[in-house]
């Protein structure tokens, strides 16, 4: 499911070229350095936002003619202008599930020197292992 929500993007003009990016929408805000990095942050924040919200609930976009970029907190802060940033909330969830997660496991002293001493990537194979008792290819 692709979602599409106005953003409020405001031009500083400072030296590193921030661009601040506020959604309405959502009333939160972020920024980037150039307008491609605040639109990937804006993406980043929609799609973190909305990450767990079930579809039927997600929140309604407001058509991009009736936001007011004076209403933007960064108002003041630079120039100021109304765009539509896109997020493929299927492919976000999927790329934010797959990224790896810290686990512990207990192993005896000396199964981990010897896979030490054998210069063995323990989390490799122990994903290995994983798959293959799960059955994944």
């Known amino acids: 499911m692709r979602v599409v929500y106005p953003v409020i993007f405001t031009e500083t003009k400072d030296k590193k070229d921030t661009v601040l990016a506020y959604v309405p ?8 350095y150039g307008i491609a990095d605040a639109i990937v942050m804006a993406k980043d924040l929609i799609g973190n936002m909305i990450f767990d919200v079930p579809d039927p609930e997600l929140p309604k976009p ?7 970029p004076g209403k933007s907190p960064f108002h003041g802060d630079g120039e100021s202008f109304v765009s539509l940033v896109d997020v493929d909330l299927d492919a976000f969830r999927t790329r934010e ?8 496991i ?14 063995l990537n323990v989390s490799a194979i122990t ?3 994983l798959k293959k008792e799960l059955g994944i290819a």
């Open 25 to 32: 929408d959502l009333d939160r805000s972020t920024e980037g």
């Open 106 to 119: 207990t192993l005896p002293q000396w199964l981990d020197d010897m896979a030490a001493d054998a210069k």
């Open 127 to 129: 994903q290995a292992a």
């Open 62 to 68: 407001t058509k991009a003619n009736g936001i007011n």
């Open 97 to 104: 599930k797959s990224k790896s997660v810290r686990r512990n």
